[in-house]
């Protein structure tokens, strides 16, 4: 005897032994947290500090490293489709679907993280430098798909009920602030070295060891993620569903499609915000104590956001309380470019309080995706977590690709000076442009993304709850 739903069942007998299953518990958040700390200890050190290591220690200019990040990017993208296709058609098993993927792939992941920083690339000729940061850059990103995939898409397999499911995203979203926090403020204090002149320059060989430090840790807490989820939302396919309706589905999620917009939008500022602050405190403030800061509140004010996130989407709902934060964000930095503020302090509190709305959404989408997953089912009656976590997973790649893109031609345009030594004394109007940068690009992303949510995403908090109660009836959790 089977349940049947659409193209998905489950047997009784299976029931029986869900029913073992401990209930979603503190033990879920801890270790849905920790996954998104381990990611982030690599993704803090990669996406923030991979740019300045390439332009001012191996001294390949920023043009160049633009078009490395966004290739690469492109192939990730395609890379995290297929990766979600194949943990939607993997073999169910006693662990689950996708917990299998973080115990097999922590290893070469956090390996090929050491390998972008091993020092001995800065003596290559710049030919051979290019072609061991492009080879490189390349697996790194195949590798990560390789784990985010699949640790994305267990968030909707941990647990149905869609309180659970924002307090899952609200707990990746600390863990995320932790590994990026940590990772923001403790990097530009170590990596720096002072030149024979008396001037700070960043070290190679310093950042070699930084990079075994992260991933270290990233390793462990990939462990703890493993040993501490369970996938209760475990659903067996009947039979594969044909490419041609899998893509007809995807088609026909709305929600899906606005949120891949929104998400290009979203992550070409977190990433353009890393690099951009970066540069800002690098050059234009020239203080690496006021940069890790900065860095800090990029990750730090979605931890002081958590307590207050489920209260919010709770009255409000998750569409209407993101669109609202992501509005004032925006007003925040263009009031900040026309003041054109001198004080890096002074530019500390403003930054901190437009962070906040940034904050709020980052928070919030996960809990998103798995609403956008629900819908899928809910519309096409096919449940493929995997494939639409790797579909939207390819829109926040597309994001990171135009964002390397962006920064590295941004520079090269505005004139930044690439370097071999630790950096180069840069113009006072390249200066003045990497100010403009740091303040309009966001302004312009984080207004972007909330029009876009407003105009176009169906799921209000209305329409997720009725979701949510039909899509209960339809699956057998456990």
Same mark, same amino acid.
């Given at each position: ?286 203080? =690496?104590?006021?940069? /890790? &800061? #900065?860095? %800090? ?6 931890? !002081? *956001?958590?307590? $207050? ?8 709902? =998750?569409?209407?309380? /993101? &669109? #609202?934060? %992501? ?6 930095? !263009? *009031?900040?470019? $026309? ?14 309080? #437009?962070? %906040? ?10 809990? $998103? ?28 790649? $597309? ?80």
């Amino acid at each position: 005897m089977r349940v049947k739903a659409g193209d998905m069942s489950l047997d009784i007998e299976e029931e029986h032994e869900l029913s073992k299953v401990a209930p979603f518990s503190l033990r879920d958040k801890i270790g849905y947290m920790s996954g998104d700390l381990a990611n982030c200890f690599i993704l803090g050190l990669v996406n923030s500090f991979l740019m300045i290591y390439y332009t001012n220690v191996l001294g390949v200019s920023g043009a160049v490293v633009g078009s490395l990040f966004f290739f690469s990017r492109i192939i990730d993208a395609f890379t995290d489709v297929t990766i979600g296709r194949m943990c939607d058609v993997s073999v169910l098993t006693k662990e689950g679907r996708f917990r299998p993927w973080i115990r097999r792939m922590k290893w070469p992941f956090c390996l090929i993280t050491i390998i972008l920083f091993l020092p001995f690339t800065n003596s290559l000729p710049m030919g051979g430098k290019m072609i061991y940061i492009f080879i490189t850059y390349i697996v790194f990103g195949i590798f990560l798909s390789a784990i985010n995939i699949p640790y994305g898409s267990m968030a909707a397999a941990i647990s149905s009920e869609p309180e659970d499911r924002v307090v899952l995203s609200t707990y990746r979203s600390v863990g995320s602030a932790i590994g990026g926090a940590s990772t923001g403020f403790l990097i530009p204090i170590f990596m720096y070295v002072t030149a024979a002149n008396g001037q700070q320059v960043i070290s190679g060989n310093r950042f070699f060891i930084i990079s075994i430090i992260c991933a270290s840790l990233a390793f462990l807490f990939y462990n703890v993620t493993y040993q501490m989820t369970t996938e209760r939302v475990q659903v067996s396919k009947s039979e594969p569903v044909k490419a041609k309706h899998l893509v007809s589905g995807m088609l026909k999620n709305r929600a899906l499609i606005i949120l891949v917009i929104v998400d290009v939008f979203i992550v070409i500022n977190q990433i353009l915000a890393g690099t951009n602050m970066t540069y800002l405190f690098n050059d234009y403030f020239q203080n =690496k104590q006021a940069l /890790s &800061i #900065a860095l %800090l509140f990029t990750y730090g004010t979605v931890a !002081v *956001l958590a307590p $207050f996130a489920s209260k919010l989407t709770s009255k409000f709902g =998750k569409k209407e309380a /993101s &669109i #609202a934060a %992501l509005i004032l964000s925006s007003a925040l930095y !263009v *009031l900040m470019f $026309f003041l054109k503020i001198s004080n890096p302090w002074v530019y500390l509190v403003f930054l901190f309080v #437009a962070t %906040l709305g940034a904050g709020l959404f980052n928070l919030m989408v996960w809990a $998103f995706i798995t609403d956008v997953i629900d819908y899928h089912q809910w519309t096409t009656g096919q449940r493929e977590d995997g494939t639409v976590y790797g579909v939207n997973s390819f829109a926040r790649k $597309f994001g990171q690709a135009c964002a390397g893109a962006i920064g590295g031609i941004m520079l090269s345009i505005i004139g930044y000076q690439a370097s071999t030594t630790g950096g180069a004394i840069q113009s006072p109007e390249v200066i003045d442009r990497i100010y403009t940068l740091a303040n309009l690009v966001p302004a312009a992303c984080l207004l972007i993304s909330a029009l876009i949510l407003f105009f176009g995403y169906p799921l209000n908090r209305d329409v997720t709850e009725r979701m949510g109660c039909e899509l209960r009836e339809i699956n057998k959790i456990r």
